[in-house]
């Protein structure tokens, strides 16, 4: 394994740790799915990681693996736990740092916002403070992310200084720094970035205070001499590794990420969520585990605005088992004495779709009102959208930040996924319709669709799950996003139709809540 992503994985413990453990060195609560799923990646990298007693990656992992167990109420012989209290320590020590960094950093940044504000040029200092945490040895990712909303102020400071630096030789022989002190006129670019800073920076604190959740895999430097010997360690195995591209400060504040979420089953608010979302953050990417449709009023309707966003590359959509209901219903209504088409329709009228017939019967209706609505921006045939629908793969296989993902409605099957990547709706209807319904693959597609591991009736063929990564399904309804097991086999299950809506972050491994206000 690559140490930079060996690194990565170990900063994100760390991070989440930070973030995470109590007074007392225990996670609030450890069944909670992030932890859950850090664990398991941890235990993974320690698979994967070549065996050598004597590298200090390994056992610095080692050490963040015992932690989590501590952390998390396990049983710890009492070597492992002198390592796991060795290592808080050590996180401990990290906390303070990082703390007292972003108040030193808060302290001078609100120095020069104070300092424009007077009309003064703010303190040389305060200036080379933080332009310098941007450097060579730049500012940590998550001091980056915690002061993104200062980018655009720091990029003007360097303007200023240079613009400043060009007037005044120009006109004076007096050093930069003192011939800008003794200009009586506030020069023009000093009036642009005090517009600036009117209302964005007017309730700035100069105070202490305690960091924002820490959104990135790296940490800033420890403070004490233990803490240090660590760090140092760490890092001299990976001097020979090439070293990332330095963060660049004019990056777009909006971050990536892809977020997997399912079973909208036609609820225009838990949708309308999602756009707002998408709208908001142009690298934003979504996957939708199937089911737009049914239960709720406005399936078509959702169906047509995720065609469009698929489209444009933005939404990924694999289909689930109420869309096999809406596609045969379609496809075969021109033979409505067919078994296909009967148990369609007869699917559609038990699980809440009359609605979608209605509106698929009616679709140039519903067509024309989207539009109008500017939900859609082109007009589409009924024909169109089935087709699209048919033609999705059920099952995708994603990397995201290291991690291998595979995604499925309810479930993955790893025979069907070597038998065929593309397998979609389309290929199973004609499985059906040509004698297939008993073949091996045809049964693995249901399973696909329908397996709950409570219901043996959606058995329909043994499991071939995935050696692999972590499985992301829908399906069967939750109250929260959360970590399950098959056949001792990790799966993150994100249809929360009992709760409150939820989708999963990929990038970030967390679950993100669109119950929370900030999602409103």
Known sequence: ????????????????????????????????????????????????????????????????????????????????????QDYLKYIADTKKTYV??????????????????????????????????????????????RFEVFVPLINKISEIEKLAK????KTTSIPTTQALVVQKERPAFLKKILDFLKNKFSKRPTTKQEPKQLNSYHYAEPATVEAKRYES????????????PKNNINRSTQTKDHIVISDLHGNFEHWSKIRFELNKNPNLRVTILGDAMDRGEFGPEILLQIKELSDKGVVQYLPGNHDIFAYNYVKMRNAPSSQAFTMAKSHLERNGGKSTMRKLDNFPEVVAK?????????????????DWLGNQPIQKKVTENNNLYNL??????????????????SKALSLELNGG????????FLNCMWYRADDTKTHFYDLALPRSGISVVGHTPQKEVNLQHIQNRPVIVVDTGNGSFSGYSLNSSKNIDFGDPRYR
Do not use: C
């Open 166 to 169: 060009s007037e005044v030789q």
């Open 408 to 425: 499925s409605h309810a479930v993955f099957d790893e025979k069907l996924y070597a038998y065929d990547k593309n397998f979609n709706l």
């Open 1 to 84: 394994m690559n140490n930079h992503i060996l690194l990565e994985r170990m900063d994100e413990a760390d991070i989440f740790l930070l973030n995470n453990l109590n007074e007392q060195n225990k996670f609030k609560n450890p069944n909670d799915v992030n932890v859950r799923v850090l664990l398991y990646n941890l235990d993974l990298v320690s698979q994967q990681l070549d065996e050598n007693e004597n590298s200090i990656l390994r056992k610095r992992l080692d050490k963040i693996r015992r932690v989590f167990r501590y952390a998390s109420n396990y049983r710890l012989q009492s070597w492992e736990l002198n390592d796991a």
């Open 437 to 444: 319904k008993n073949s091996e693959m045809y049964k693995r």
């Open 370 to 386: 989207a539009i109008a609505g500017k939900q859609i921006e082109k007009s589409i045939s009924l024909q169109e959208l089935i």
């Open 233 to 244: 360690s760490f890092r001299e195995e990976i001097k020979s590794t090439p070293s990332k």
């Open 100 to 145: 007292q960094g972003i108040a030193d950093t808060e302290q001078a940044l609100s120095n020069i916002v104070n300092a424009l504000r007077a009309d003064h040029v703010p303190d040389e200092y305060s200036i080379n403070y933080v332009l310098a945490q941007n450097g060579a040895n730049g500012l940590t990712h998550e001091q980056q992310n």
